[in-house]
């Protein structure tokens, strides 16, 4: 069993960045893929971004590409979202989760281990 910690959410003018960190405890990180999903208000959750296990290969929602950065460090069991250029539709809670898939990782039903969410509001 994996846990999961997000960090760094927050309040953010449009146009402005921020960096969220997703800490692993209890596994060892690089035993797993991991993702970035998002939840909207009155919304499913959806897919934002994800990295393989070694962090060769990464994915992203059309909406978040050139935008957003997917990073992790294996050693510090830790994953990362780089978010720039935000947007108030970027408005949600950011969840990461780990999986034990090698494919179909942008899709929820694949991820074994979910975070509590970190609440990120971007203002106009």
């Known amino acids: 069993q994996v846990q999961l910690v997000e960090s760094g959410g927050g309040l953010v003018q449009a146009g402005g960045s921020l960096r969220l960190s997703c800490a692993a405890s209890g596994r060892t990180l690089s035993n797993y893929a991991m993702g970035w999903f998002r939840q909207a208000p009155g919304k499913e959750r959806e897919f934002v971004a994800a990295i393989s296990r070694s962090g060769d290969r990464t994915y992203y929602a059309d909406s978040m590409k050139g935008r957003f950065t997917i990073s992790r460090d294996n050693a510090k069991n830790t994953v990362y979202l780089q978010m720039n250029s935000l947007i108030p539709e970027d408005t949600a809670v950011y969840y990461c989760?780990?999986?034990?898939?090698?494919?179909?990782?942008?899709?929820?039903?694949?991820?074994?281990?979910w975070g509590q969410g970190t609440q990120v509001t971007v203002s106009s």
């Open positions: 989760a780990a999986s034990t898939y090698y494919t179909y990782l942008t899709n929820k039903g694949s991820y074994n281990y």
